[in-house]
């Protein structure tokens, strides 16, 4: 059997970036591997050393800086590592070609994807790969078990926590609580460098952005600066209704 994992490069959360135009600047801005996605990539290792995984493949599709994220999956303990390199911004339904393509090509049985990307901020990514392979999804897991053809586990629903089922190969988005994952030590650094890292070209999948950017203009108004006096509540009400509608004019 074998594990797919998709890495992403997103700025640390507490790093600074800076705005040009209507792009963000992201040099100088540390970035790491999105959070989501490695808790992924740990529990594709964990599922390995439980025995039935073979091999676990690492895949990011990206800019060239991308392949500091494959480095440090393959330092985790990554097999292999897959860099579809391209400084084309793709979002969730376009990358969800590629990543579908390459669990083919590589015959992979379980696809570990982040739950919500924190460049989109979108949780798109697992059900559009899902859709385009056929494969069942289970979303926001927190427990993972391969059993044979079938994986189980928990995840979270809207009423709460629930197990589940369901048989392979399948599309599993990750999340906070499911593991922790693990630092990459220093021998393992040194190992990840010899490690197969191969590169592709975006025209290879086909894949073009299904959502186009637009510049954007933020306008904004100065407060008005009144005061409601608040000792007869029923008057305060109507006051602040009737600056509302009238004066800042957000109610029709």
């Known amino acids: 059997m074998k594990i797919l994992t998709l890495v992403r490069q997103v700025p640390d959360a507490e790093a600074r970036v800076k705005v040009s135009g209507t792009a963000v600047d992201l040099e100088g801005t540390t970035l790491v591997m999105d959070g989501m996605d490695e808790y992924g990539v740990e529990e594709a290792l964990r599922l390995r050393e439980a025995g039935g995984v073979e091999e676990v493949v690492a895949l990011a599709v990206g800019p060239k800086r991308s392949e500091d994220a494959l480095r440090t999956a393959l330092a985790m303990g990554a097999d292999r590592a897959v860099h579809v390199e391209t400084d084309t911004r793709l979002d969730a339904v376009a990358l969800s070609r590629v990543v579908a393509q390459v669990a083919q090509q ?12 924190a460049d989109w901020d ?20 927190n427990e993972l078990k391969v059993d044979g053809a ?13 197990s589940f089922q369901a048989p392979l190969p399948a599309v599993v988005s990750t999340q906070q609580g499911l593991n ?11 190992k990840a ?3 197969e890292l191969r590169k592709d ?3 290879t999948y086909g894949a073009v952005p299904s959502v186009q950017f637009v510049g954007a203009e933020i306008q904004s108004r100065a407060r008005l600066n009144k005061l409601i006096d608040g000792k007869d509540p029923s008057a305060a009400a109507s ?9 800042a004019k957000v109610i029709a």
């Open 106 to 117: 590589e015959g992979v049985q379980l696809i570990l994807v982040g739950g919500q990307e």
């Open 180 to 190: 922790e994952p693990r630092y990459p030590t220093l021998p393992n650094i040194m």
């Open 193 to 195: 460098k010899k490690k």
């Open 201 to 203: 070209t975006l025209d």
């Open 122 to 141: 979108s949780q798109a990514l697992g059900a559009a790969t899902a859709e385009r392979l056929g494969w069942p999804q289970l979303t926001w897991v």
């Open 150 to 162: 079938q994986i189980t586990g928990r995840h979270d629903v809207d009423e709460g926590n629930e």
């Open 239 to 247: 006051e602040l209704l009737n600056l509302l509608r009238n004066e």
